[in-house]
């Protein structure tokens, strides 16, 4: 089972930028189609954005998302990114990486998440 470390998160005002990494050690993303996740307090795990494993397929959960996040993967360096723009107070919520999952199997362990909290 492979690794993830994300980092990148903060603490930022409503209208900021944030880019979250995601490091996977232990396998490689280039194989899988790998997604964002995020969880707020009180609420269940819910899919940010995904990714094919070539970059070619690209999908958004909401039409907000899709406006203001940009979801990135350089599988040279195995590694992927969420380039986060305008954040908004409903932004808030820790985010996690792993592969894009349609059975509930993910082919990495959950990391530890980053803490991305947006004040208004």
């Known amino acids: 089972q492979g690794q993830l470390d994300e980092s990148g998160g903060g603490l930022v005002q409503a209208g900021s930028s944030l880019r979250l990494s995601c490091a996977a050690s232990?396998?490689?993303?280039?194989?899988?189609?790998m997604a964002w996740y995020r969880q707020a307090p009180g609420k269940e795990r819910e899919i940010v954005a995904s990714i094919s494993w070539s970059g070619a397929n690209i999908n958004y959960a909401t039409y907000s998302v899709k406006h203001r996040f940009t979801i990135i993967r350089d599988n040279a360096k195995n590694t992927m990114y969420l380039q986060m723009n305008s954040l908004d107070p409903a932004d808030t919520a820790m985010y996690y990486c792993n592969s894009d999952s349609n059975n509930g199997t993910y082919y990495f362990n959950w990391g530890q998440g980053t803490q991305v909290t947006v004040s208004s």
């Open positions: 232990g396998r490689n993303i280039s194989d899988y189609n």
